[in-house]
């Protein structure tokens, strides 16, 4: 596996950002933020000072709505994913990721009713269809992030969505902490990592790591993201699992709040990673 994270540089040197993930031990980087297809030699740069020091660009993000109720947003959106993921070609990512898209007017991620809905399914197929069929990515693949807020919450779900869009260029983003909406779920985790692993695994192109617990006192249900080891989501089982991958896939910290935090959760990955016999 290739560990990744922030990294919390704020230049734009190419080397000098490949040097911040030596210094964390990272072997898996997100794509900067000011990265565009329109600048070719930067783009080259960036190829090649990754690649002297073996590190991989895990993802790049494409974070928006392509579903959303308002057309002409959805437009310009669909428009700015096909941009990412020709990006993604160009650097040879291991992935551009988004989410599915949403109905709620309010942000880009929230719930609505019709999220659950044939016709959004259908509508979120033809849309994904649309963007790989644009673009025809040669070394990359596009890629969808497990939410809580849609019908991709479950490896079943992710399965029949990825047959139905039939396209080869469309893999799987793996955060199954997305997936546990309730307090069952939650306890009975360790079988559904090994469940999801089982259906998923060959398709599974990047992975969020972070870990979840139940808030006790609250009389309604509240799931929080915490540091990881201090949550109750089995990091031994999902270390073991991943271990079992073909390829070395990256799996990228996330949703911390300062670089210390980053680095107690890395910390925790190295070590259950090591009892799991695996290499970072």
């Not at 990272?26 to 329109?38: E, F, G, N, R």
């Not at 020091?53 to 959303?68: M, Q, R, T, Y």
């Not at 047959?163 to 997305?178: A, K, M, S």
Request: proline share 5%.
């Amino acid at each position: 596996m290739r560990l990744g994270g922030p990294v919390f540089y704020n230049g734009r040197d190419p080397e000098e950002f490949a040097l911040a993930h030596v210094k964390k031990g990272y072997k898996a980087a997100l794509c900067p933020d000011y990265l565009t297809i329109d600048r070719p030699e930067e783009i080259k740069a960036f190829k090649e000072s990754l690649a002297r020091h073996d590190i991989v660009i895990a993802e790049v993000g494409a974070w928006c709505n392509p579903l959303s109720p308002d057309k002409d947003e959805a437009r310009r959106n669909i428009e700015y994913i096909i941009n990412r993921l020709l990006l993604a070609d160009a650097l040879g990512a291991r992935t551009c990721v988004n989410i599915v898209g949403t109905r709620y007017k309010n942000n880009w991620f929230g719930p609505s009713r019709e999220c659950y809905e044939p016709e959004f399914f259908l509508q979120a197929v033809e849309t994904v269809r649309y963007i790989v069929d644009t673009v025809k990515p040669k070394n990359t693949k596009y890629s969808l992030e497990m939410m809580p807020y849609c019908f991709l919450d479950s490896p079943e779900e992710y399965l029949r969505f990825l047959e139905l869009v039939d396209r080869e260029e469309v893999g799987i983003h793996l955060d199954l902490c997305n997936c546990i909406n309730n307090p069952r779920l939650l306890y009975n985790n360790t079988e559904f990592i090994k469940h999801s692993f089982e259906i998923l695994g060959k398709d599974i192109l990047s992975i969020h790591l972070k870990d979840i617990r139940l808030n006790p006192d609250l009389t309604t249900v509240y799931l929080e993201e915490v540091i990881i080891g201090t949550g109750e989501f089995d990091y031994m089982t999902l270390m073991e699992e991943i271990a079992k991958l073909p390829e070395d896939v990256p799996c990228m910290l996330e949703h911390l709040s300062t670089e210390e935090e980053y680095d107690k959760a890395a910390e925790s990955v190295r070590y259950y990673a090591g009892k799991a016999g695996m290499k970072i």
